[in-house]
């Protein structure tokens, strides 16, 4: 199983078990440890993952972290556990004391669900208050994913982490800003575009009408973007289903090249419509030839299969179908052999009848 069947997996579990997970130890034992796990770290090697890692914080002693990640002897990474329920916006002041005091350059603080990742971006040595890595582990997007693949112990690499956590940090609050601003344009927001189209000097007026003409353009523009994306998403569709009915037709027209009805076949076909015009009209009576069989079928239905004559190699056989569709097999010297097996094809038939 590879890394992001891993981590979809621990969160995929997550609907079937909360309801039995009621302590922050169960929690730990559900989802964190197996997370941590995924990530590469042996759990049970106390050198590699320590749990209820000691951190003094000035004059108090035996402080306690939920799990610290050690990498050279050093703590590289803090985990700060709570019950899958609980709201993480009222525990990030206790990861940032603990983090203040650690050698440790990352601190992660999670429910189990919900993660999020710190660092010493904005000030060395003292956590930003905000994340710059936040997933939901039941909503995990590819482009989450590839970030949380860096922390993988093959591959961890702190220097690396920190010049691109730094990136994706401002990128993720530029995001936000951003939507913030499509949902509901800020004066300063409104402006800047009225000035550049409105032949003259923006009032309050202006400015209100502008802003509900921002938001209305926002709003078309992307409706639009969504529209052009689906059609050239059912335009590649289209072609991709029509390359696949030529390479279908192409097989198939390749496959029917190498049949070849003998005139064995169409013998033993004109006996067993002898035989069986004795039941059935013999409209109903039609032949399917194959590579390797010649099959009988009753109305021209493959799942009416009567019997097949196998008839191109050095034995020669009339092969019936149980219910089972178990192949009975019955070796025939000549064609005429056919004709003592008449009750055995009308007891299939009737059993197609029926």
Known sequence: ?????????????????????????????????????????????????????????????????????FKDSKPTILIECKHWSQNLNLHEGQLLRYFHVSEAKFGILTNGIQYRFYSDLVEKNKMDEKPFLEFNLTDLKDNQIEELKKFHKSVFDEESITNNASELKFTNELKYLIQQEFLNPSPDFVKFFAKQVYPSVVTAKVLDLFTSLTKRSIQQHISELITARLKSALTKEDVDNKEIEIKEQELKSEEEQKIVTTEEEVEGYLILKSILRQKIDVSRIYYRDAQSYFSILLDDN?????????????????????????????????LDDIYSLTDDIFEVLNRLEN
Do not use: H, W
């Not at 039995?20 to 759990?43: C, H, R, S, V």
């Not at 320590?50 to 108090?60: F, L």
């Open 1 to 69: 199983m590879d890394f992001k069947d891993e981590i979809k997996k621990i969160g995929e579990r997550f609907e079937s078990l909360k309801n039995n997970i009621q302590t922050e130890e169960a929690t730990k034992n559900a989802f964190i440890m197996p997370f941590i796990q995924a990530l590469g770290y042996d759990i049970f090697n106390p050198m590699e993952v320590v749990p209820e890692y000691t951190a003094d914080i000035g004059i108090k002693k035996g402080e306690k972290i939920d799990y610290a990640i």
């Open 302 to 334: 493959n799942r009416k299969t009567i019997c097949r004559l196998y008839l191109n190699g050095n034995k020669k056989y009339l092969v019936t179908l149980d219910e089972n569709k178990k192949e009975l097999k019955n070796e025939l010297n000549s």
